[in-house]
């Protein structure tokens, strides 16, 4: 699937097979989250591969949005080091956004929660220290989201967007 249709197709799937991921699938998915452009191409943004079913369902208590990881049959928890550089959250969501468009090639469904919360900085904390406490992941790192993985159990119908005419602007505003 080229990268176009990828994105008109992708979707938030919250209900998933009980299918597992094969493997080779898995590596393809880090490997484009590892791939994704980074701010001076530093390594700002690090990946934790879930699969363990009892993790997933330990992991969606993260927030109150993320019931759905129960569900998944794998996550990415994406990280990253603001004291390494200051594109930290960019870069993390740009990988993010890779691995969710790999995803969606490969036939996979994806769902992303939010863990850090710029708004609200004491349940950015809340949630952070939670997903930090269950995996073992350093202070220093920001949790950023965890992308929930799975087969689609429905296939959703077409997304209703606002008109392109809307958004897009050429030359000026």
């Known amino acids: 699937m080229d990268v ?18 094969p493997s080779e699938l898995l590596d393809k998915l880090m490997r484009a989250a590892y791939l994704a452009p980074s701010g001076n191409n530093l390594p700002s943004r690090e990946f934790i591969l879930v699969t363990d079913r009892k993790t997933l369902r330990t992991l969606a208590a993260t ?10 049959a794998a996550a990415v928890v994406i990280v ?5 550089s200051k594109y930290w959250l960019q870069d993390a969501s740009i ?5 969710w ?3 969606v090639s490969l036939g996979l469904g994806a769902a992303w929660g939010a863990v850090y919360h710029s708004e609200d900085p004491q349940e950015s904390e809340r949630r952070e220290c939670y997903a930090r406490s269950q995996l073992s992941i350093p202070d220093h790192l920001r949790v950023v989201a965890i992308i929930g993985l799975g087969w689609p159990a429905a296939e959703p119908g077409p997304k209703q967007m606002y008109p392109l005419e809307r958004v897009v602007h050429r030359e000026r505003y």
Do not use: C, N, V
């Open 95 to 99: 990988a993010g956004g890779f691995l």
């Open 4 to 21: 176009l249709s990828a994105i008109e197709k992708r979707r938030e799937i919250t209900h998933f097979k009980p299918d597992p991921i």
């Open 80 to 84: 990253s080091d603001p004291q390494l």
């Open 101 to 103: 468009l790999t995803a």
């Open 63 to 72: 927030t109150p949005y993320m019931k759905w990881l129960e569900q998944s």
